[in-house]
Nanobody, 115 residues
Framework: QVQLVESGGGLVQAGGSLRLSCAAS????????MAWYRQAPGKQRELVAT??????NYADSVKGRFTISRDNAKNTVSLQMNSLKPEDTAVYFC??????????WGQGTQVTVSS
């Protein structure tokens, strides 16, 4: 079992930046895939970005604006979000998938981008 706790959400104007952080209750292994998802009102949860031990992937909608990073020593994964748009408004969730394909989720943090 692992608990994930997100922080860093809030209200920001379009064009602004936010940095989300996710703290894990155990050491993040190199075999863990960490990810950020988001869910806007009335929409399905969507994948925003993933990071493995050496690779990152991004949804087309955030490429060039968001950066995912991990610090295994601090058991954290972060999402730097720049040039935010109103359509980025959503609840953002941290996800960990271990080598056995078990998934763990944080409680989510609200990001609201005003126009």
């Amino acid at each position: 079992q692992v608990q994930l706790v997100e922080s860093g959400g809030g209200l920001v104007q379009a064009g602004g930046s936010l940095r989300l952080s996710c703290a894990a209750s155990r050491t993040i292994s190199n075999t863990d895939t960490m990810a950020w998802y988001r869910q806007a009102p009335g929409k399905q949860r969507e994948l925003v970005a993933t990071i493995t031990s050496g690779h990152t992937n991004y949804a087309d909608s955030v490429k060039g604006r968001f950066t995912i990073s991990r610090d295994n020593a601090k058991n954290t994964v972060s999402l730097q979000m720049n040039s935010l748009k109103p359509e980025d408004t959503a609840v953002y969730f941290c996800n960990l998938e271990n080598r056995w394909s078990s998934n763990y989720w944080g409680q989510g943090t609200q990001v609201t981008v005003s126009s």
